[in-house]
């Protein structure tokens, strides 16, 4: 039974969002931690600790725990958990929730083991671990359960997640280490390469988001660049285009194009006709890229469809997930990590 003070997280490289039934997303924050060096002491988390990026003296860093969507520091990982914990159930947290946290597919046992004790010391318990495709097809309002293949790509912070569903349980599923950072470094280094410019991760990121296209002609857009001149030394502004970021996406766009190839390449006939019914599902911050669903499906010749609020996508899916977790535990795994064997590579 779903209980009240049950909660559901999307612990993403890039944002951290909380789900608590009757409530929804009631935290949806940037994955960050302000850290005051010579103490060792959290400072601030989330969008506070967001904004001290690139603007903090030097015994303050703000850093990302989180690194392609695992855990690069377990300690501050489980400092963040406590205080979105503690912050989606407020009065309730005498009571020690039950968790739901997502992982992505391809995790290796270590990295799925470091998820679940940093959520269980942050002060849950009961703590269940579902595979990031899975919650992205349930949020994305997929009846998993049924005898009928699904193919989702989930493309969060650090990582993009291709799997195949049916009767509940993953057909085949693969995961590269790409996701909307890897674009953000794409942007900073063709701004570099290009025009001798340092720019920092807030102005790649608001690039991405302004200018940034994944497929030609869906947007044409100018915008301002303010940086470093690596010559002089000096401030300097550059005008790029929405075309020049296609130019810089180049290399994490493959990265994704070959993922969905590879798992397409491998999948059932039978399951195969499903997709080219229902189309591709595609779910995850990174899936906002102007013009991203026009270039999968120009690749695939298969439809592809943005999900309803795909950034939300996964978290609520952790909700649905712990409604129908009787039903699911029989078909998916969810209490151990998946075999190497069973993964499609």
Same mark, same amino acid.
């Given at each position: ?47 506070? !600790? ?5 603007? $903090? ?19 501050? $990982? ?35 083991? !470091?998820?679940? *004790? ?9 703590? $269940? ?5 899975? !919650? ?48 953000? *470094? ?5 701004? @570099? ?10 102005? !790649? ?30 401030? @300097? ?45 595609? $779910? ?62």
């Amino acid at each position: 039974m779903f209980k009240g003070s049950d909660i559901g997280i999307d612990l993403g490289t890039a944002t951290v969002l909380v789900f608590v039934k009757g409530k929804g997303v009631v935290i949806n924050e940037p994955a960050v931690v302000a850290v005051d060096t010579n103490t060792r002491s959290v400072l601030a988390i989330g969008e506070e !600790a967001r904004r001290m990026i690139g603007r $903090t003296p030097g015994n303050i860093v703000a850093t990302r725990p989180l690194r392609e969507g695992v855990i690069a520091d377990f300690d501050m $990982t489980q400092k963040m958990l406590e205080y979105f914990i503690l912050r989606a159930l407020g009065k309730r947290r005498l009571v020690r929730p039950r968790i739901m946290v997502c992982v992505p597919s391809g995790v290796t046992p270590v990295e799925w083991r !470091a998820v679940r *004790d940093a959520a269980e010391r942050a002060g849950g318990m009961n703590i $269940t671990v579902i595979e990031e495709p899975v !919650a992205a097809a349930l949020g994305a309002g997929i009846d998993i359960t049924k005898p009928e293949g699904s193919l989702v790509v989930d493309i969060g912070g650090g990582t993009t997640d291709v799997a195949i569903l049916s009767l509940g349980g993953i057909v085949l599923a693969d995961s590269v280490r790409v996701g909307g950072d890897r674009f953000d *470094d794409a942007l900073i280094r063709y701004m @570099k390469q290009q025009y001798n410019l340092l720019i920092g991760e807030r102005t !790649a990121e608001e690039m991405k988001l302004r200018i940034g296209v994944a497929y030609p002609g869906v947007r044409n857009e100018t915008m301002d660049v303010r940086g470093r001149d690596l010559l002089s030394g000096l401030p @300097k502004t550059i005008t790029v285009s929405s075309m020049e970021t296609l130019e810089a996406f180049s290399e994490p766009l493959n990265a994704i194009v070959a993922l969905l190839r590879s798992v397409l390449e491998h999948c059932p006939p039978e399951l195969a006709a499903d997709i080219m019914d229902k189309g591709i599902i595609l $779910t995850g911050g990174g899936a906002l890229v102007c013009g991203l669903d026009k270039l999968l499906a120009e690749i695939t010749q298969v439809p592809v469809l943005l999900a309803e609020d795909p950034i939300t996508c996964v978290a609520r899916g952790t909700g649905r997930a712990l409604e129908i977790l009787d039903q699911l535990k029989g078909m998916t795994i969810f209490d151990e990590p998946r075999r190497e064997s069973s993964r499609h590579r």
